[in-house]
């Protein structure tokens, strides 16, 4: 073997000694002096520029990962219980491609209804994804191969991701108003009179629950008005459930705007997210579904989803979703996430509460009726640079705060700040 | 028709509310029908008898073909045969055919478990000790090209992830060029780039008359193909037929590669699994380095540390400069970002946590030898049954030629389904076997089934086969 690799060797280094030029010209420029250097992500660039800064007042409130009033990340005591049960595992072949069945069966009785008569008749179309992230880019790909001519109707404003998803996709992006900077509301009449102006039958993404960035969601009555104008206009609803469970604390509350929408007789399109609600958001654990006319549509609609995660990435990833089965598969650890998300969201409704109270009586203008993990703070981006660089704070520059970087030991301080740069607008 | 009278008339009457798909047939110019190969009809144009039931958008979607690898796992598992062998899909088994996690696995597993990992999201790139381990591993710790920050290395989804990201920078940064991928080749690789919409085509490389490689014509399409060309190659166990270059013969490759500027795109799934040996089996990406070329390399552990179901691989991207690198590899946290955010964490703290300490390491390569001797042993003891049962002079030898999981055994489509229809052994349609899912055991009635096929195969069907 090292006689074979000093012929190689040798071989190599006498063609180099001959006039061919292999360290000439092909090594002085590159194939890639086109390629420019890709700006920062404005979500997950925040917490690069956080952790490089030494100071120890710093706050994060910029990215969406939950945190206890430490500060600290949190890992669920079920989803520990369930590593301990799957550790050491002797499983460790390719899922199918539609990734983990019992995970996809838990997850669609999240979303749909222990009970849903959707599921007994088999008509959701549903592959495990990886995460929320994978879920929409496999409907906006699918979205572009089967309805090739139809567009996406985005919210203002929307999670940034949601942009370069369809775009990458290839699928031509509208917008619908939805944030109301003025009341720092839903534009309720906005929105519905974009509904009815788009072209019949077109795809409009919805945020289920605990809008992103906003935190501003319609109430169940602007919902089913949402839903009844939907179905004059024929139109296709997805919706982004990222949230569900971190909302209000209650998973079935959580997911009211998609029963409306079944009740009334959509057929709508799902995507499902553990990052938040189950605190995996390393794991990348997430599902896909779409509600079908009857099995035998839906049989077919997977094996296409399926098509297009092959090239993609083959089959999804094995952990995390053996996490959420077992978790999900076992009524006391069922039982168990239930109170810890429930913990998880009343935190976060707490901070808010104290936040706000901070705020008022700083003699604060802004008000915060929100839900959810995240709010608008109606900063400027200028106001925004003024927190990270005078006082450390950390957010992206839309304005949006994430309240699980607020904690007991940060909400004076951060009360505090936001004041300073926004009392003399 | 009843029904269809009723529409007529329906619309004869002029009533527009009680058909409203038909009437707007016409204002939704679709435009596509025909060119979309996807759709059996058009999106949205069914008119429906019944109006209670909405029509469904997705009426003109037809069933997706089912995966001709992954596909062969699923017909076998409806097999009630007792005999039955699955000898499709590439994953390791033992001797009792069982699937295998690896000890080290194991013990990361707990390890992990132990320390208490959180699980916050990881970069878009991924986990920086995975991607400086698995570049290490690639190239050699200490090699120029990684201390000198050339390489853009980032974590993807297992081979097929980081094959993908590469195809979509192809295409962002080089309209037009065309990947050269070798005929045969992993099925998936076709996907890969037509889904990233990169064109392709072939250059020769199975000898079918040989069993072996077609190094001529290899070298010929290689010079043939326009300058800057991409050209995918098997770093080691060329996947389906287990046939490698000589060192040799990867240096003429290299030379031609240079000659005519273009890219090399190495796809590594079988790093020390072919030989036994990590170093060995990096030979030939190890020698493009060398040269000082720019290349892609596509990295997997799915079969190397049995990590199948963790999804975890890596794109590195070897660039003349550290500027260039860093400039490649924003690009490529671009590609990801739309895609997945972020890769899963589980699978490369595994591989991390294992290479990073000495112990385990070693137990790994230990593993890795076993399961690469295991085929070994398996292969020599298939050769030696064809041998010793089949009488009419055919050159066998082929099977110990060959390398790693897979076995190009020759037959054709038409041996190969008689090779599932009589004796139920489940292979892919191309000829392939893997030698992994096969036992010492169970070699002597693949040995028969494999002559029964090759000789009596054709005798079987009535009508002739297109070859």
């Not at chain 2, 076709?190 to 490389?205: G, H, L, M, Q, T």
Request: hydrophobic share 40%; with cysteine.
């Amino acid at each position: 073997m090292a006689m074979m690799a000093m012929t190689i060797r040798n071989s190599a280094s006498r063609r180099t000694m001959m006039s061919r030029p292999i360290f000439g010209s092909r090594s002085m420029s590159s194939w890639w002096k086109n390629v420019e250097p890709a700006p920062k992500d404005p979500i997950l660039g925040v917490t690069e520029a956080f952790l490089a800064d030494p100071s120890p007042d710093k706050v994060n409130v910029g990215v969406g990962a939950y945190r206890d009033d430490n500060g600290k990340p949190v890992v669920l005591d079920c989803v520990r219980e369930a590593e301990r049960r799957i550790a050491g595992t002797s499983f460790m072949e390719y899922l199918p491609m539609g990734g983990s069945v019992k995970m996809v069966e838990e997850t669609l009785k999240l979303a749909y209804g222990d009970n849903s008569q959707f599921i007994k008749d088999k008509r959701i179309a549903a592959v495990q994804s990886l995460s929320g992230t994978g879920a929409c880019r496999l409907f906006a790909d699918f979205q572009k191969r089967f309805c090739p001519a139809s567009q996406i109707y985005i919210p203002v404003p929307t999670w940034s991701n949601h942009h370069n998803i369809w775009r990458d996709a290839q699928v031509p992006q509208k917008t619908y108003h939805y944030y109301h900077p003025e009341t720092k509301g839903l534009d309720f009449k906005g929105l519905m009179d974009d509904v009815k102006n788009a072209p019949e039958g077109s795809f409009f993404l919805l945020h289920a629950c605990a809008h992103n960035p906003t935190g501003v969601d319609p109430t169940e009555e602007q919902w089913r008005e949402i839903s009844q104008l939907f179905k004059a206009k024929k139109h296709f609803a997805f919706f982004d459930m990222a949230y569900q469970g971190f909302a209000s604390g209650d998973p079935a509350r959580d997911a009211k705007s998609i029963r409306i929408f079944l009740e009334d007789g959509h057929h709508i399109g799902i995507s499902q997210s553990y990052a938040k609600n189950m605190g995996l958001y390393g794991q990348r654990v997430g599902c896909l579904s779409v509600l079908c006319e009857d099995e035998k549509q839906a049989v077919t609609v997977k094996s296409q989803l399926q098509q297009l995660a092959r090239p993609m990435y083959s089959n999804p990833p094995l952990h995390g979703a053996q996490i959420v089965s077992t978790i999900l598969g076992d009524p006391e650890l069922k039982s168990l996430w239930l109170k810890e998300v429930k913990i998880m969201a009343d935190r976060i409704i707490g901070m808010r509460t104290t936040l706000r109270d901070s705020l008022e009586k700083l003699g604060s203008p802004l008000s915060w009726e929100h839900i959810g993990m995240f709010c608008y703070s109606g900063l400027t981006p200028e106001q925004v640079d003024r927190l990270t660089s005078e006082y450390h704070i950390y957010m992206t520059r839309n304005g949006r705060i994430s309240m699980a970087g607020v904690t007991t030991g940060n909400v004076g301080y951060l009360a505090n700040a936001i004041h300073e740069v926004t009392k003399s607008s | 028709l009843v029904i269809d009278s009723m529409a007529s008339s329906m619309l004869s009457l002029g009533s527009t509310s009680l058909l409203p798909r038909e009437i707007n047939k016409d204002k939704l110019k679709l435009g596509t029908s025909g060119s979309n190969p996807f759709l059996k009809a058009k999106c949205f144009s069914r008119v429906t008898m019944s109006v209670a039931v909405k029509p469904s958008r997705f009426e003109g979607i037809t069933m997706a073909p089912p995966d001709p690898i992954l596909g062969v796992s699923e017909a076998f598992k409806a097999d009630t045969n007792e005999l039955k062998l699955n000898l499709g899909v590439g994953a390791y088994r033992t001797e009792e055919l069982q699937p295998y996690v690896l000890n080290v696995v194991k013990k990361a597993e707990n390890l992990m478990l132990e320390r208490g990992d959180n699980k916050e999201y990881l970069p878009i790139e991924g986990l920086a000790a995975f991607n400086k381990t698995t570049a290490e591993l690639l190239f050699g710790a200490g090699h120029p090209v990684i201390k000198e920050q050339k390489v853009a290395t980032i974590q993807g989804l297992s081979g097929t992830g980081s094959l993908r990201l590469a195809a979509a920078l192809i295409e962002r940064y080089f309209a037009g060029a065309k990947v050269l991928i070798s005929a045969p080749t992993w099925g998936n690789h076709k996907n890969i780039f037509n889904d990233a919409k990169v064109p392709w085509s072939e250059y020769r490389y199975y000898d079918p008359k040989t069993i072996g490689l077609d190094f001529e014509g290899m070298i010929a399409d290689i010079k043939e193909a326009p300058e800057g060309s991409f050209i995918l190659l098997h770093g080691c166990a060329h996947n389906p037929t287990g046939i490698d270059p000589t060192p040799e013969q990867w240096v003429k490759i290299a030379d031609v590669i240079q000659e005519k500027n273009h890219i090399p795109f190495f796809d590594v799934a079988y790093q020390g699994f072919a030989s036994g040996s990590l170093d060995e089996d990096a030979a030939s990406v190890r020698l493009f380095a060398e040269r000082g070329m720019e290349f892609f390399v596509a990295q997997s552990y799915s079969k190397n540390l049995g990590l199948y179901a963790e999804r975890i691989g890596a794109i590195n991207v070897v660039c003349s400069s550290a500027d260039a690198a860093t400039r490649v590899k924003s690009q490529l946290k671009r590609i990801a970002r739309p895609m997945y955010s972020n890769p899963p964490v589980h699978g490369a703290r595994i591989v991390a946590n294992v290479v990073g300490d000495a112990a385990m390491f070693n137990e790994w390569k230990a593993e890795m030898e076993m399961m690469a001797g295991r085929i070994k042993t398996v292969r020599q003891q298939l050769y030696d049954s064809l041998v010793s049962k089949d009488k009419s002079g055919k050159d066998w030898s082929f099977i110990l030629k060959q390398i790693g999981m897979f076995s190009f055994t020759g037959l054709n489509k038409a041996q190969s389904d008689n090779m599932t229809d009589k004796w139920h052994v489940y292979m892919t349609k191309d000829g392939r076997i893997s030698l992994a899912g096969l036992s010492m055991a169970k070699c002597e009635y693949l040995a028969d089934a494999i002559i029964d096929s090759y000789h009596n195969a054709l005798l079987y069907w009535e009508t002739p086969i297109e070859l």
